[in-house]
């Protein structure tokens, strides 16, 4: 696997994870919240791993905006997702 395709696997992997998570949890503020939380911490890692400051900015927000987006989607349908409800 190139490092490109495994670059997407995790961003998708990640992506589809915390946009389950986040449906999962009772409330906006506390989805909210634990978003913003992802976002903190991929930033963070971004930056780690030597991504300049402004592109791992784009990378987080993008990357929880695709989980918001999943959240929101699953919350929508009612979907019940791992033994609770979405």
Do not use: K, Y
Not at 1 to 28: C, F, K, N, Y
Request: hydrophobic share 45%; with cysteine; proline share 3%.
């Amino acid at each position: 696997m190139r490092a490109s395709d495994e670059l997407l696997h995790s961003v998708t992997v990640w992506v589809t994870d915390i946009g389950t998570q986040a449906a999962l949890l009772p409330s906006e503020a506390d989805r909210a919240a634990f978003l913003a939380e992802r976002c903190r911490e991929l930033l963070e890692e971004a930056c780690r791993s030597g991504m300049d400051e402004p592109s791992a900015l784009i990378f987080a927000r993008s990357c929880v905006e695709g989980a918001e987006r999943i959240m929101r989607e699953l919350l929508a349908l009612g979907t019940p997702v791992a033994g609770g409800r979405a």
